[in-house]
T-cell receptor, first 112, second 114 residues
Framework: DADVTQTPRNRITKTGKRIMLECSQT?????MYWYRQDPGLGLRLIYY???????NKGEISDGYSVSRQAQAKFSLSLESAIPNQTALYFC???????????FGDGTRLSIL | AQSVTQPDIHITVSEGASLELRCNYS??????LFWYVQSPGQGLQLLLK??????LVQGIKGFEAEFKRSQSSFNLRKPSVHWSDAAEYFC????????????FGTGTKLQVIP
């Protein structure tokens, strides 16, 4: 089984809909991250969490919210989806910042 | 502010040829440096990392990278490319202070031709 599992893997939805992307991990890591990947832009950090009670905005948090339900679960929500949120979304986990992060396989989200 | 530049968006090499992917970083002190690979439909996988010590680091799948402080570079190399190496490669820098923010480069897509 994958260490970092993202659901769904693919999602097509309409403008204005509320969307939730889920991430769960079995690595026992305290830190969890949500990134967005767009062609030519690399990965950009949306939100990160160092533990259940510590959630922080990343560089592109507008239009997104998160919930850390447990150490192993970190969800990303788009309250009212818009087309420019169409992207590939990745969840990652980690320990300290100088250790590599471990990534899920991504969720491809298309907003029409 | 820290930053990472991968100047090559797309590189094409023949199978069996050598490969070098460029990465330049900007950071006020010695950073932590990483190379990740992303195969289609998958997340990023760590190839190798540099924290300190020997400036030539070995990674998985036959890759290596050399840290050159004078050039602020951390280029990824492989002596002989295999078709399975076709993927997108990301360089990343982590600052040593604060929350240790990770900054990713924009990626280099590698195409391997037979």
């Amino acid at each position: 089984d994958a260490d970092v599992t993202q659901t769904p893997r693919n999602r097509i939805t309409k403008t204005g809909k509320r969307i939730m992307l889920e991430c769960s991990q079995t690595k026992g890591h305290d830190r969890m991250y949500w990134y967005r990947q767009d062609p030519g832009l690399g990965l950009r950090l949306i939100y990160y969490s160092f533990d259940v009670k510590d959630i922080n905005k990343g560089e592109i948090s507008d239009g997104y919210s998160v919930s850390r339900q447990a150490q192993a679960k970190f969800s990303l929500s788009l309250e009212s989806a818009i087309p420019n949120q169409t992207a590939l979304y990745f969840c990652a986990t980690g320990t300290t910042g100088n250790q590599p992060q471990h990534f899920g396989d991504g969720t491809r989200l298309s907003i029409l | 502010a820290q930053s990472v530049t991968q100047p090559d968006i797309h590189i094409t090499v023949s199978e069996g040829a050598s490969l070098e992917l460029r990465c330049n970083y900007s950071y006020g002190a010695t950073p932590y440096l990483f190379w990740y690979v992303q195969s289609p439909g998958q997340g990023l996988q760590l190839l190798l990392k540099y924290f300190s010590g020997d400036t030539l680091v070995q990674g998985i799948k036959g890759f290596e990278a050399e840290f050159k402080r004078s050039q602020s570079s951390f280029n990824l190399r492989k002596p002989s490319v295999h078709w399975s190496d076709a993927a997108e490669y990301f360089c990343a820098v982590v600052g040593s202070g604060g929350y240790q923010k990770v900054t990713f480069g924009t990626g280099t897509k590698l195409q391997v031709i037979p």
